[in-house]
Nanobody, 126 residues
Framework: QWQVVESGGGLVKFGGSLRLTCAGSGFTLADTSVGWFRQAPGKQREAVSYMSLSTPGRHYARSLQGRVTTSADDNGSTVYLEINNVRDEDAAVYYC???????????????????WGRGTQVTVSS
């Protein structure tokens, strides 16, 4: 069974940085594109970032531009999400998702992804 697993969530100080990790289980992320999403309490799930591990393409949510970076390790087995200057509104459950093949949907559309993780909670402290 193919899965992705997120890690790295927890308590983050306001103004600090967070780094989340996504790894594939049963397959390698190197053959996919990976999106990060987040969902805060009472809000809809929103796209945060996207990267293709086979091309240079990256996309970021406009609301996070300048604070967010997504990257991968050298062999493409792990994808990272980093957010700097963390704010209260960054508190959410963060999900990693893998797009296994070309999709007709945009990178920010959840329907573009077929493998989802269970999420990792990020809490912001003052």
């Amino acid at each position: 069974q193919w899965q992705v697993v997120e890690s790295g969530g927890g308590l983050v100080k306001f103004g600090g940085s967070l780094r989340l990790t996504c790894a594939g289980s049963g397959f390698t992320l190197a053959d996919t594109s990976v999106g990060w999403f987040r969902q805060a309490p009472g809000k809809q799930r929103e796209a945060v970032s996207y990267m293709s591990l086979s091309t240079p393409g990256r996309h970021y949510a406009r609301s996070l531009q300048g604070r967010v970076t997504t990257s991968a390790d050298d062999n493409g087995s792990t994808v990272y999400l980093e957010i700097n200057n963390v704010r209260d509104e960054d508190a959410a459950v963060y999900y990693c998702a893998a797009r296994l093949r070309t999709s007709a949907y945009e990178w920010w559309d959840q329907r573009s992804y077929s493998v989802w993780g269970r999420g990792t909670q990020v809490t912001v402290s003052s």
